[in-house]
């Protein structure tokens, strides 16, 4: 029983194996098969975020249009074929004001005026075209800065387009009669005139195109309600 005993005791296990000695003995058929893979793109997400950051962008052009129509006077095309972006910054620069020249497409313009008075500027939605917003009632005025940027920069190929005013559309051949439009204080003078001459300028006064007549007549409503708020 002694020998028994003493021969149990005198006996060692097997030693243990750690976890990190049994990987070891584990042959990898291909070393490189644990290495960090990139995870490839999905070429169709791709598309579709392009195709809605697009679509945003059309959809704010659209709604600047809109903008510029609220409270203008007359809207007109300019053909920009081979204008460089310095010359349209310079042309900006030279306009008053209350115009503003915005670059849009045709598309984007259309949808824009769809179903209101500007409609009428259909001829012109072709080709390369930027559009001048006029908010102000000096029409010869809006329309002098690209007269004078076109002649000086030899630029006879780049004409107007077509207008818009008061609904009606004016073809490029027909922009003398808005580039010769009386200005304000010419108006002003003929009221002040036929009023303290004979009657009979008034009369020739109220001869003048219909256009003419309410132009003279408007002007003169604001200056007496002008002369009222002063009072």
Same mark, same amino acid.
């Given at each position: 029983?002694?020998?028994? &005993? #003493? #021969?149990?005791?005198?006996?060692?296990?097997?030693?243990?194996?750690? *976890?990190? *000695? =049994? &990987?070891?003995?584990?042959? !990898?058929?291909?070393?490189?098969? &644990?290495?960090?893979?990139?995870?490839?793109?999905?070429? =169709?997400? =791709?598309?579709?975020?392009?195709?809605?950051?697009?679509?945003? $962008? $059309?959809? *704010?052009?659209?709604?600047?249009?809109?903008?510029? !129509?609220?409270? #203008?006077?007359?809207?007109?095309?300019? @053909?920009?074929?081979?204008?460089?972006?310095?010359?349209? *910054?310079?042309? @900006?620069?030279?306009?008053?004001?209350?115009?503003?020249? &915005?670059?849009?497409?045709?598309?984007?313009?259309?949808?824009?005026?769809?179903?209101?008075?500007?409609?009428?500027?259909?001829? #012109?939605?072709?080709?390369?075209?930027?559009?001048?917003?006029?908010?102000?009632?000096?029409?010869?005025?809006?329309?002098?800065?690209?007269?004078?940027?076109?002649?000086?920069?030899?630029?006879?190929?780049?004409? +107007?387009?077509?207008?818009? +005013?008061?609904? %009606?559309?004016?073809?490029?051949?027909?922009?003398?009669?808005?580039?010769?439009?009386?200005?304000?204080?010419?108006?002003?003078?003929?009221?002040?005139?036929?009023?303290? =001459?004979?009657?009979?300028?008034?009369?020739?006064?109220?001869?003048?195109?219909?256009?003419?007549?309410?132009?003279?007549?408007?002007?003169?409503?604001? %200056? !007496?309600?002008?002369?009222?708020?002063?009072?």
């Amino acid at each position: 029983m002694e020998a028994s &005993l #003493c #021969c149990s005791s005198t006996s060692t296990p097997p030693p243990l194996r750690t *976890q990190a *000695q =049994s &990987l070891a003995l584990v042959p !990898l058929s291909n070393p490189f098969s &644990l290495s960090f893979r990139p995870r490839r793109r999905n070429p =169709s997400s =791709s598309t579709t975020i392009r195709a809605a950051i697009s679509r945003a $962008k $059309k959809e *704010q052009t659209v709604e600047v249009v809109k903008k510029e !129509l609220e409270g #203008c006077h007359l809207i007109a095309g300019i @053909r920009y074929k081979g204008l460089t972006v310095k010359e349209l *910054q310079d042309l @900006r620069a030279a306009l008053p004001p209350t115009s503003r020249l &915005l670059v849009a497409k045709n598309t984007l313009v259309s949808k824009a005026v769809e179903g209101t008075s500007w409609a009428s500027i259909a001829p #012109c939605l072709q080709g390369m075209n930027a559009w001048l917003f006029v908010h102000s009632e000096e029409i010869p005025e809006a329309l002098k800065p690209y007269r004078t940027f076109q002649r000086e920069r030899k630029l006879e190929e780049n004409d +107007f387009t077509g207008a818009v +005013f008061e609904g %009606k559309f004016y073809a490029p051949h027909e922009f003398k009669s808005l580039e010769t439009m009386p200005s304000r204080a010419e108006i002003y003078g003929k009221i002040l005139g036929a009023i303290k =001459s004979p009657s009979i300028s008034l009369v020739s006064t109220l001869q003048a195109p219909a256009r003419d007549v309410v132009l003279v007549l408007k002007a003169y409503v604001r %200056k !007496l309600e002008e002369q009222g708020a002063a009072a």
